[in-house]
């Protein structure tokens, strides 16, 4: 079912058809609208979110509906994962019906106690967030967390992995911003000493709040985003679903919403429809939250790539083709934002065995 779901998804990307007899491989799914942190750089403030979780009927609605087809589900958004109370029920569910989860967290809840809990689910990946090395740099980006608390945190559960011989795929990663930008080889080259780390990723900020400036130069348009057929969907806490992310984030409506509306009329939606049409005549710049969108546009190349293979391969092999495509022989194959305030960003990402 899923190697059949990605084929017509493949063969609807290439054919830049506008409607898809098919359904995402990937969904973005916000359990929790809570947070206990605040960060300059999150949407969530300016978009103000309510103290709620997804409720149970509209969580157990979406992963029936896309169970059979959806690969991995990222249990993110705009709260912090471990305050949602049900999140290891959540991590459950998703494994009966053989999807696979991941998870991001700020690592301020991540106590021995939760540390346990999460090794003892069939979780996949954990992107532990750590932006910056420095008790300054990360304490202005994370208001409210304690650097060497939640430093103590991250270490514990990576050593915890390792001495348990889990297979969790563990990510340590960095936003780089003005204030961490020189930090990278300090931070770096402390993750990558710790036992259980597999993964030593710095990225670049793609919201729209520290970098105004940034904009996609009208030559990225030529692709049409992959989102808009692959995913991954974006499902708030109250069931609403975007087409992505930054939709959300960049003050886009709903296409429809899981509690209400069945999966496959929301992939189809008007406006999903809509927006496919703009981005395969290359006038995806007409549509707003496009325009401002800061997320790099992956070549068809990479696109049809991505639906060749399983999720769970894709994820793995995702480092290298990054690394490759900004800085090796496959240069061009990544269009990032164009940001004229800084230097160019540089995408670090070491493999630790």
Same mark, same amino acid.
């Given at each position: 079912?899923?190697?059949? =779901? ?5 063969a ?5 058809r @506008? ?16 947070? =206990?942190?605040?960060c300059p750089m ?10 709620e979780?997804? %409720?149970?009927r509209?969580?157990e609605?979406?992963?029936t509906?896309?169970?059979q ?9 705009l ?14 569910l998703c494994?009966?019906?053989? +999807?696979?989860t ?9 106590d ?7 090794l003892?689910t069939?979780?996949? !990946? ?25 430093r103590? =945190?991250?270490v ?22 003005e204030r =961490?930008?020189?930090?990278?080889e ?5 993750w990558?000493a710790?036992?259980? +780390? ?8 793609e ?6 400036d940034?904009?996609?130069?009208p ?6 985003c !992959? ?9 708030? !806490?109250n ?5 992505c ?19 496959p009329?929301?992939?189809?939606s ?8 703009? !981005?395969?005549?290359?006038? %995806? ?6 325009s401002?969108?800061?997320? %790099?546009i ?9 639906l060749?293979?399983?999720?769970? @391969?894709?994820?793995?092999?995702l ?6 495509a ?28």
């Open positions: 079912m899923r190697l059949w =779901n990605r084929a017509k998804l493949l609807a990307y290439l054919g830049r @506008t409607r898809v007899g098919a359904l995402p491989v990937e969904y973005i799914v916000e359990t929790t609208a809570k947070c =206990n942190l605040y999150c949407p969530r403030e300016t978009h103000k979110q309510p103290k979780d997804m %409720a149970d509209v969580y609605r979406l992963i509906s896309a169970g087809s959806a690969e991995h589900m990222m249990l993110i958004g709260g912090e994962p471990l305050l949602d109370p049900k999140i290891f029920e959540r991590i459950e494994d009966r019906h053989r +999807v696979f991941l998870l991001s967290t700020n690592g301020t809840l991540l021995a106690a939760a540390t346990e809990r999460l003892d069939k979780l996949e !990946h954990i992107t532990l967030s750590f932006d910056g090395s420095t008790k300054e740099s990360f304490e202005f980006y994370r208001k409210g967390a304690k650097f060497e608390r939640v103590d =945190n991250f514990h559960f990576a050593r915890r992995k390792a001495e348990r011989g889990s297979k969790m795929q563990v990510v340590v990663q960095m936003v780089r911003m =961490n930008w020189n930090e990278v300090d931070f770096t080259r402390f990558r710790v036992p259980g +780390v597999d993964e030593v990723r710095v990225k670049a900020d919201t729209d709040l520290m970098r105004p940034a904009a996609h130069a030559q990225d348009w030529s692709h049409p !992959h989102y808009l057929w692959r995913g991954a969907m974006y499902v708030k !806490h069931g609403d679903v975007y087409p992310c930054q939709s959300y984030n960049l003050g886009g409506s709903p296409v429809g919403n899981i509690g209400t509306s069945d999966l009329a929301i992939f189809n008007p406006e999903m429809v809509r927006m496919r049409e703009a !981005h395969t005549n290359g006038r %995806a710049g007409q549509i707003a939250v496009c401002n969108c800061r997320t %790099a992956p070549h068809p190349v990479l696109v049809a790539g991505s060749l293979f399983h999720g769970r @391969t894709v994820r793995k092999l480092p290298w083709v990054e690394r490759l900004y800085f090796g022989r496959w240069s061009g194959l990544l269009r990032p934002v164009d940001d004229q305030r800084q230097p160019k960003p540089e995408l670090v990402q070491i493999k630790q065995k």
